[in-house]
């Protein structure tokens, strides 16, 4: 039993994606290659379906079409910018001129594909978005002596290594992705509650100092009636 949980524990770690395409076989095909590539993938066909699941699930990552039922992706995707939900997104879509390429990054994207593509094109953007924004890092650098394992959820605090709970992991690989800037309680509820069963604000702050008793109070600095900022040393 014991070793069950901990498998499960793992395959939770792997990068999950949001596939928002209505063409049946474009999304079949779309889901069947990230599948292959060992990412979790959620697959719907219209805009409000995608809407039901952001607000209750987390993502790692938005693939998205534009002219999809009852919401585009553009109109999707500003309003999860607009409610502070900074997943990072790509949008795969027919629509090639460069207004609709503006429309497209104004309404939050990180990328732009355009149909027909190779799929191994999407598998490269994706790979650069990882880059860019640190996703799936196996190991976080805090300072020279303490470091944070991303797969497998522990701290190595001058080795003497100590597992986290997974909402502490969540938060502090989130603020560790956003050094040097402030990360509002909402923002950290947005992007890792999802909505679902949103934290109190004493839930949070409890988090916080538990984190700190492992990484030590100095890396995470409250701004009173802000929020939180990381710094890294």
Partial sequence: ?????????????????????????????????????????????????ASEHIYDEHFDLLIL?????????????????????????????????VDDMEEGFKAGADDYLKKPFELKE?????????????????????????????????????????????????????LANNTDRCVSQDELSSNIWSYEGSPTSSTIRTYIKNIRKIIGDEYIETIKGVGYRFNKK
């Fill in 1 to 49: 039993m014991c070793r069950y949980k901990f498998l499960l524990y793992v395959i939770l770690l792997f990068m999950k994606i949001l596939l928002l395409e209505d063409d049946l076989i474009l999304n079949e095909i779309i889901e069947e290659f990230l599948d292959s590539l060992e990412y979790e993938v959620i697959s719907v066909y219209d805009g409000l379906k």
């Fill in 65 to 97: 079409d534009v002219n999809v039922p009852n919401m585009t992706g553009f109109e999707f995707l500003a309003n999860l910018r607009e409610n502070n939900i900074t997943t990072p997104a790509i949008f795969i879509t027919s629509l090639n001129s």
């Fill in 122 to 174: 999407l598998e490269l953007r994706i790979n650069n978005i990882k880059r860019l924004l640190h996703l799936e890092e196996d190991e976080i650098i805090i300072d020279k002596n303490i470091k944070f394992n991303t797969k497998f959820n522990y701290v190595d605090n001058e080795s003497i290594k100590t597992k986290l709970p997974l909402k502490e992991a969540q938060i502090l690989k989130y």
